[in-house]
Structures are given as structure tokens and as C-alpha cells.
């Protein structure tokens, strides 16, 4: 089932991704971590694409459910389709998005918890936190990895989070960029801040590569397979 929604706010969250506030006639129903779809026409939007029909692109809703609004966060990248799509909507356009659905939800507040993204991989970490920070009861590690500071996405968000909350620990590692912070991928960070590495449950999103090598790294931690909830963005897509 598709519906209508509107954009109502457009910000500029680094300089490649954008925030939009869509609003749509009714609640949105979901749990925090779930996606929903843009949906549109391509000849009609005069973009180019290579698949022929409509294209349907995944998107997470970054807030909290409860309202006729959401949140999306949506990188732009110079050679694709809905995210250049997206990027050249402006206030007050109508779009087509699709029901929200999806796995990677907060499975338990009560137990210590880990969540592991890198680039737009953030998007449904940053519900699912709001999530645990409002009914959890654990530790709480947010591990980020990003090319560099400028686009680190949430950062004011997240610092924020850290100070309200004592059982949170926020790490970004960048890849791209020495700094007074840690470097390099950010899942060989995890066991320097984790007492209890085997008895945390990890939740982690990100490009495909990114969650085979978290999946490997947290294997070797000696972390069971069912304490890790995973989401590889789209099959064959690059790197960041
Ligand atoms: C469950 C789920 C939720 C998602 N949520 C979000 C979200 O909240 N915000 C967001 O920005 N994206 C999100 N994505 C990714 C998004 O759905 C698209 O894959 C992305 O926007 C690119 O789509 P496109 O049509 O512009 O590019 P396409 O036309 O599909 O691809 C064109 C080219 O873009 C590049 N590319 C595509 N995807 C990626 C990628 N993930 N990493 C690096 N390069 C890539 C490649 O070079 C590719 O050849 C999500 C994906 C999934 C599976």
C-alpha cells in the first residue's frame, strides 16, 4: 500500500545529506528503527534511471512514532536515483512513500545494548536509541564511523543524548581524517569500551561489507550470533 505525504522542512545536515520533515493525513504507525519507501516515477520527475517502472527506495524514519510526521535522512549520491530525487525536492511537495516496515527494531530494554553504524547506517540507530533512552534501563555504547567530522550525521543530536544520559557512551571513529578521536573502523573500538562484551546486544547497519566485518570482528569478541541484529544496506552498493 502506497500514500501521500508532504514535505514540510528541508534542512541541510552535512553537505551531503538532508533531512526532510514529511507529513502525511494520519498517524504514522511504526516501530522505531523501521523504513518506509519513496516511490515515484522517473520519467515523470525527469530523472534518470536504469530499471524501467516506478523506482522504490528504502528510507528510515529517524523520529519517534506518535504523529502525522516523520523525519527521513538521505545522503545524496551523484550517479543514483532516489536520492537525487529526493535532494531536488523542495517545501511543499507532494511524495509517495510506502508502509513502514522492517527488522532491525530494539528486541529488549532491559539488557545492555551496542549500536554499530556507519554512514546513512546511522538512520535506524538514531530511533531505536530515542527508544532505549526513554524505556531502557542498561548501558548503552553508540559506535559511529564516518569519513570525516563534517559528515558525521547526529553529532549535535548524540553529544546532547551524552550529557542527559549517564549510561550513555557515544564513540565516533573516523576513517578519512586524524583527529583527537579514535580512527579507523569503528567495530575495532568496541571491546576498549565494553566491560561486558559477550553480555550486550549489538544492533548494527551500514553498508554490506561494514556488517560482515562487525559480524566477524564481534564473533571474535566471543559474542553469540543472536546477540547481533544486522542490516546490510543495498546488495551491491559500494563503500562509502
Ligand atoms: C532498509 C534500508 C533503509 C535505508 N534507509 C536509508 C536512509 O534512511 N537514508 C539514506 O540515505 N539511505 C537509506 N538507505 C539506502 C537507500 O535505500 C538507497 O539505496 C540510496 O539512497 C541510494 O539510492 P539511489 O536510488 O539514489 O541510488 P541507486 O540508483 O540505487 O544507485 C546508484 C549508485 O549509487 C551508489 N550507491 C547506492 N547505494 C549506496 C550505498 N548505500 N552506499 C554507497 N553507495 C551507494 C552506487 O554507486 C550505485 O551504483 C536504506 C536502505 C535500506 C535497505
Redesign the pocket.
Known amino acids: 500500500m502506497s500514500f501521500e505525504a508532504t514535505i514540510t522542512s528541508i534542512h541541510e545536515m552535512t553537505p551531503e545529506?538532508k533531512q526532510f520533515v514529511v507529513e502525511a493525513n494520519g498517524e504514522f504507525e511504526y516501530e522505531p528503527g523501521q523504513?518506509t519507501t519513496v516511490q515515484f516515477d522517473p520519467d515523470e520527475a525527469g530523472i534518470d534511471?536504469?530499471e524501467d517502472g516506478t523506482?522504490v527506495?528504502?528510507?528510515?524514519a529517524?523520529n519517534l512514532p506518535g504523529t502525522d510526521a516523520i523525519t527521513?535522512?538521505?545522503?545524496r549520491?551523484d550517479?543514483?536515483?532516489?536520492?537525487?530525487?529526493m535532494h531536488e525536492r523542495e517545501t511543499g511537495d507532494t511524495i509517495t512513500l510506502g508502509e513502514l516496515e522492517?527488522n532491525?527494531t530494539v528486541r529488549d530494554t532491559d539488557e545492555d545494548v551496542a549500536f554499530v553504524s556507519t554512514?546513512?547506517g546511522i538512520?535506524?540507530m538514531i530511533p531505536m536509541l530515542r527508544h532505549y533512552l526513554k524505556e531502557g534501563t542498561g548501558e548503552v555504547y553508540f559506535f559511529y564511523g564516518e569519513k570525516t567530522q563534517e559528515s558525521i550525521m547526529y553529532r549535535e543530536t548524540l553529544d546532547t543524548f551524552e550529557t542527559e544520559h549517564e549510561n550513555l557512551s557515544v564513540i565516533y571513529s573516523l576513517s578519512d581524517e586524524e583527529w583527537d578521536g579514535p580512527t579507523g573502523h569503528v567495530q575495532e573500538h568496541i571491546e576498549d569500551h565494553i566491560d561486558d562484551v559477550a553480555n550486550t546486544r549489538y544492533y548494527t547497519c551500514g553498508?554490506p561489507q561494514m556488517v560482515v566485518d562487525t559480524k566477524e570482528r564481534l564473533d571474535e569478541l566471543g559474542v553469540p550470533d543472536d546477540h547481533v541484529v544486522s542490516?546490510?544496506?543495498?546488495d551491491?552498493?559500494?563503500?562509502?
Open positions: 545529506v523504513h534511471a536504469e523506482v527506495r528504502p528510507y528510515t529517524t527521513l535522512a538521505i545522503k549520491y550517479d543514483g536515483t532516489a536520492s537525487v530525487y522492517g532491525l554512514g546513512t538512520t535506524p553498508v542490516e546490510g544496506w543495498e551491491g552498493a559500494v563503500g562509502e
